[in-house]
């Protein structure tokens, strides 16, 4: 019998239950027993969701309040030590104050860094590791949850993140040293945590190494040899679990390691089956991620099913099947999409339904398909050729204009040079001149008119003024403060990809389709189904309008093909570098209509082409190859003396900096205040010929930064980039401020760009 599991379920809840609770208990609203038990309870509707679909093992151990990388540093006692919580139980608060810096109970200290797990939109905890560390068993969590799943009655597997894993994913601090020496002193503590599993009498431990995906240094390979000897001798099963893309060069490693079984990632890895089924050791189980965990298409079970019959018929009872990774990454229940047309629904699954999809295909396998089975097979049969045949998605014309695309379609008309012999012609700008990245506050009147508006107590024209006033206010302000080139502040957009994907054909949102991001914050992305075009113009009447009202330049404000590609619900059936082909085409439009409106400079952002890195270095270019064209295709429409501006959050350009040059903009703002202006050595040693605009301050912080101080920085980034090529301002957009901050804060960074007119 074909045995179905899932590597995790999401923890949020379909309402986002998990969100408000914990936000609740923050607020101190509800206390730590009403956030326990909203916890439990979640639990316990996740187990219950899994044993109804038929799976024959639910999932404990991918709750988290906040983090399951957390929930890891948590059990091993890696608690940094400014949290003080060097003995005992480490208590709920402790892991908040580490992920958010305070909580209702203990003193507040500097929170732990957080980042991107994978390539996904999920950020964890950066587990914080120093030499002669030591671990010990610091959280009864997991135990607690396992007896829980038992008095439900269920069958239980453990997931926890692998010892390597964690590791990797974790930071040296303090004195220089190798997180991996930290290895032999983090196994007994997993040792004595499989024990306990097993005394609980808990069979299979699935121990999550997605790293093994990823290139891993020699000796790293190596310690996961030597890993996975001393815990085969653990008294459970071990499913080594790696997903998010192939083995690769880890394949034989993966594949001999002594554990009882291996996950693999047949959906973003489907060629690795046939080699895996070939090296796996005759006494392993392979579980064959095979439903999408990463995206919220339907499953061909037709195709699915023949293309398992081989793996099925060699490994008999050692077949399991499981999505691809955990479903944390999906949203929750397609049901609660009531509003969500008939047709773009029956090509969706979102958890609940990915778990039916994994339970139907093994029974199907297995020749046991029950009546239900039959029919689901039926329907999405039906439903992915009506996908295919759908006059929705193909729109002939963006074809054909992808077709005939030359090469010089993403070329200026001139090189740098010559356009910024032209720009300043025409722009007039001083030294130094001064701008800010786009949005100005969203105050919450704002927000409040955008509700009003969309539940039709607004009408379209009562909102279009109130945000019409909103950009004058904006405007004036900033010509009060003296700024050089403005924005017209982005009133109107509720999120960068979303206020755009509104707008472009080919794209879809959700009512409940939440996805958690870091925390209790979840983001809902578009849903890409169809070919990308855009009806009409999508921001010009805001930027004509904004500039009808000042003699200073207004820059357009456009979110960048990438950065929209990266944050949506990306279709499946063509290549991802299509789609944000598509997307740029559509941009592209927006661009020369904004450039006939009178719009003399032009900023497309682009701050998640880095996140679109994929796992495998090999494989960077390929993709760093159309990013950019698509960056440029978006771009190359206007005449030289418009200036194209880009901007990105972040300022680690050092492995990318050939790409970020290739994207040929006029202009790029970048993050850097933190860091010094160290950051533009890579700018410096890479000679970069355009300009740039080093944020000199952080926006994160409500300080108001020094005028001095941003003078030394700006003095800083003249010591690397020719002054006559630097911009001035903040790291990235004021949305998130009050006007009380942004104004002290521009009218100091403007006063520190005066200051460095005289001195150069
Ligand atoms: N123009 C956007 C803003 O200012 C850019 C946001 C971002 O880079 N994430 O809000
Ligand atoms: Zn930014």
């Known amino acids: ?224 040899e030597a890993a996975y000897h001393k815990l085969q001798s653990a008294p459970v099963k071990l499913l080594l679990a790696t997903y998010f893309g192939a083995l690769g060069d880890n394949l034989q490693l993966a594949t001999s390691l002594p554990v009882d079984g291996l996950h693999i990632d047949a959906v973003r890895a489907p060629h690795q089956l046939e080699t895996v089924l070939d090296r796996l050791p005759a006494y392993k189980v392979l579980s064959v991620g095979i439903i999408d965990g990463r995206n919220i298409w339907r499953a061909d079970l037709a195709r699915l099913r023949e293309s398992l019959t081989s793996a099925h018929a060699r490994l008999g009872e050692r077949l399991w099947l499981a999505p691809s990774c955990s479903l944390l990454h999906v949203p929750v229940d397609l049901d609660r999409e009531t509003e969500l047309d008939a047709e773009l629904k029956s090509w969706l699954a979102f958890a609940r339904q990915k778990l039916d999809e994994v339970v139907t295909l093994a029974r199907l396998l297995d020749g046991r398909a029950t009546p239900d089975d039959q029919a689901r097979l039926e329907v999405a049969t039906q439903a992915l050729a009506a996908r295919r045949r759908s006059t929705r998605i193909h729109k002939s014309a963006v074809s054909e204009r992808l077709a005939a695309l030359a090469a010089t379609d993403a070329e200026r008309d001139s090189p740098y040079a010559k356009r910024e012999a032209a720009q300043r012609r025409k722009l007039d700008l001083p030294l130094f001149p001064t701008t800010t990245i786009g949005s100005f506050p969203q105050t919450t009147e704002i927000r409040a008119a955008r509700r009003a508006f969309k539940v039709g107590e607004l009408s379209r024209e009562d909102y279009e003024a109130r945000m019409r006033e909103e950009i004058a206010y904006a405007v004036q302000r900033q010509e009060g403060l003296g700024l050089d080139m403005l924005v017209h502040g982005e009133p109107e957009r509720n999120d960068m990809v979303e206020y755009f994907g509104e707008l472009l054909d080919g794209f879809a949102f959700t009512r409940f389709g939440w996805v958690q991001s870091y925390g209790s914050r979840c983001v809902k992305p578009p849903v890409i189904f169809g070919d990308v075009s855009r009806p009409a113009a999508m921001t010009v009447h805001w930027s004509e309008y904004a500039q009808s009202l000042t003699e200073r330049p207004m820059k357009g404000m456009l979110t960048g093909p990438v950065t929209i590609l990266q944050w949506s619900f990306v279709r499946d059936d063509q290549q991802r570098e299509t789609t944000c082909r598509q997307i740029a085409l559509a941009l592209r439009d927006e661009v020369a ?168």
């Open 593 to 760: 209509d904004l450039e006939a409106a009178g719009i003399q400079a032009i900023q497309i952002d682009e701050p998640a082409l880095r996140e679109g890195l994929p796992l495998r270095q090999a494989e960077w270019q390929a993709y760093l190859d159309w990013a950019v064209e698509c960056f440029k295709l978006s771009a190359a429409v206007v005449r030289d003396e418009t200036q194209i501006h880009t901007h990105m959050c972040y300022s680690e350009f050092n492995d990318i900096i050939a790409s970020i040059a290739a994207l040929d903009a006029d202009v790029i703002t970048i993050e850097t205040s933190r860091s010094d202006m160290e950051l533009l050595d890579a700018f410096q040693d890479f000679a970069y010929p355009n300009e740039i605009g080093p944020g000199v301050y952080d926006i994160h912080s409500p300080n108001i930064p020094d005028v001095e101080w941003m003078v030394q920085l700006l003095e800083k980034a003249a010591e690397r980039i020719p002054a006559e090529r630097l911009w001035v301002n903040p790291d990235c957009g004021l949305k998130t401020r009050g006007w009380a901050e942004v104004e002290p804060a521009l009218a100091n960074m403007v006063e520190a760009a005066r200051e460095l007119r005289q001195r150069h």
């Open 1 to 224: 019998m074909t045995l179905a599991h899932t590597l995790g379920y999401p923890r949020i809840g379909a309402d986002r239950e998990l969100k408000k609770a914990t936000e609740a208990y923050w607020k101190g609203e509800i206390d730590r027993n009403a956030l326990e038990s909203a916890g439990k309870e979640l639990r316990a509707r996740h187990w219950q969701a899994q044993r109804e679909a038929g799976l024959d093992l639910v999932t404990v151990g991918d709750f988290a309040f906040y983090d399951q990388i957390l929930n890891v540093s948590v059990l091993l006692g890696a608690v940094p030590e400014r949290f003080g919580a060097v003995e005992g139980e480490v208590d709920l608060d402790t892991s908040f104050r580490m992920a958010r810096g305070r909580a209702p109970g203990g003193t507040p200290a500097a929170a732990c860094e957080m980042t991107k797990y994978f390539d996904t939109n999920y950020h964890y905890l950066v587990p914080e590791l120093h030499a002669g560390q030591t671990f010990r068993l610091a959280s009864q969590r997991l135990f607690d949850e396992v007896e829980e799943a038992k008095a439900a009655g269920h069958a239980v597997k453990v997931t926890l993140t692998g010892p390597l894993t964690w590791l990797w994913l974790g930071k040296e601090k303090g004195q220089d040293f190798d997180r991996l020496t930290l290895l032999d002193t983090v196994l007994p503590v997993y040792g004595e945590i499989l024990s306990r599993l097993a005394e609980q009498g808990v069979e299979w431990v699935q121990l999550d190494e997605p790293a093994l995906v990823q290139d891993l240094p020699h000796a790293w390979q190596q310690a996961y």
